[in-house]
T-cell receptor, first 114, second 113 residues
Framework: DAKTTQPTSMDCAEGRAANLPCNHS???????VYWYRQIHSQGPQYIIH???NNETNEMASLIITEDRKSSTLILPHATLRDTAVYYC???????????????FGKGTLLTVNP | EPEVTQTPSHQVTQMGQEVILRCVPI?????FYWYRQILGQKVEFLVSFYNNEISEKSEIFDDQFSVERPDGSNFTLKIRSTKLEDSAMYFCASRRQGGQPQHFGDGTRLSIL
């Protein structure tokens, strides 16, 4: 699986958009970008994933550059409860029988300030 | 929304004792996983399980570890003879078939004394 690079930490003001970058310059054509977050003392929580098109769900938006070498997770209106470690993970999208483990890096600690 | 449930939330065990960590995956999920996270470190993959057998395991998952799906709902991780270095948060995850993402439980904190 391709390796990812994320900033160690970021700050964001409550109510503002949080934009979390991720570099994955060695991503291959069949690899998806997944985002998870881990709020203190809880299990990783799935946020969103995408291949090459931008994606949006009720939690966040995912913007993937045209060359797919980087992506940005956007939390449009950050709240204090969004303070967490955010993980960008690149993984081959499984097809039927494969199991695909997730390889977590150190992620980005996002701190949302009042 | 359905959740992955793990029990107990905290387990304290003497070194050398056996411990069983329990998980109830989401009901229509077919793939099951265990991960662990030592305090202050990354989340690490331990094992994946599908169709009643182990699909993949990491170097951490040695002969002291085993997994089982004893009935249609539970998924367990057993450590036969615990060591101090087994102290960690253990997370269970599950997913449906196809390209669906894994969903995690909130973990069991295992403390070995």
């Amino acid at each position: 699986d391709a390796k990812t690079t994320q900033p160690t930490s970021m700050d964001c003001a409550e109510g503002r958009a949080a934009n979390l970058p991720c570099n994955h310059s060695t991503i291959s054509g069949n690899e998806y970008v997944y985002w998870y977050r881990q709020i203190h003392s809880q299990g990783p929580q799935y946020i969103i994933h995408g291949l090459k098109n931008n994606e949006t769900n009720e939690m966040a938006s995912l913007i993937i550059t045209e060359d797919r070498k980087s992506s940005t997770l956007i939390l449009p209106h950050a709240t204090l409860r969004d303070t967490a470690v955010y993980y960008c993970i690149v993984r081959v999208k499984d097809s039927g029988g494969s199991n695909y483990k997730l390889t977590f890096g150190k992620g980005t600690l996002l701190t949302v300030n009042p | 929304e359905p959740e992955v449930t793990q029990t107990p939330s905290h387990q304290v065990t003497q070194m050398g004792q056996e411990v069983i960590l329990r998980c109830v995956p989401i009901s229509n999920h077919l793939y099951f996983y265990w991960y662990r996270q030592i305090l202050g470190q990354k989340v690490e993959f331990l094992v994946s399980f599908y169709n009643n057998e182990i699909s993949e395991k990491s170097e951490i998952f040695d002969d002291q570890f085993s997994v089982e799906r004893p009935d249609g709902s539970n998924f367990t991780l057993k450590i036969r003879s615990t060591k101090l270095e087994d102290s960690a948060m253990y997370f269970c995850a599950s997913r449906r078939q196809g390209g669906q993402p894994q969903h995690f439980g909130d973990g069991t904190r295992l403390s070995i004394l």
